[in-house]
């Protein structure tokens, strides 16, 4: 179990980018792009809300995900943010060692 946790430990670090401008290839491959960002004050999640969907905050941490037009869209408010691994890909299935 260690080592899953060390390789999806690896895996995030190694496609955690800061401030990465996404190019349409991008989301060609990808449906929508989940990255954090830090806000200042709460109030921000009110609009920035109309504009992606926020996953979680965690302190001054906000969590969110984004298609191709609202990532474009929040780029506007020049926020520094980083793409993270979409958390759906990051589940490893783990191979039964019942298995004959």
């Not at 190694?14 to 401030?19: G, K, L, S």
């Not at 190019?23 to 200042?40: G, P």
């Not at 969907?53 to 869209?73: K, M, P, Q, W």
Request: net charge negative; no cysteine.
């Amino acid at each position: 179990m260690r080592k899953v946790y060390t390789i999806l430990l690896l895996f995030a670090l190694t496609f955690t980018v800061q401030a990465q401008i996404l190019d349409d290839k991008y989301f060609k491959e990808n449906h929508e792009v989940y990255f954090s960002f830090n806000i200042s004050d709460k109030q921000e999640l009110t609009q920035l809300s109309r504009i992606i969907s926020i996953d979680h905050l965690n302190g001054s941490t906000v969590y969110a995900y984004a298609n191709e037009n609202e990532f474009r869209e929040f780029e506007k408010h020049d926020y520094p943010y980083t793409i993270l691994p979409h958390p759906g890909k990051l589940i490893v299935p783990e191979m039964s060692s019942d298995i004959d």
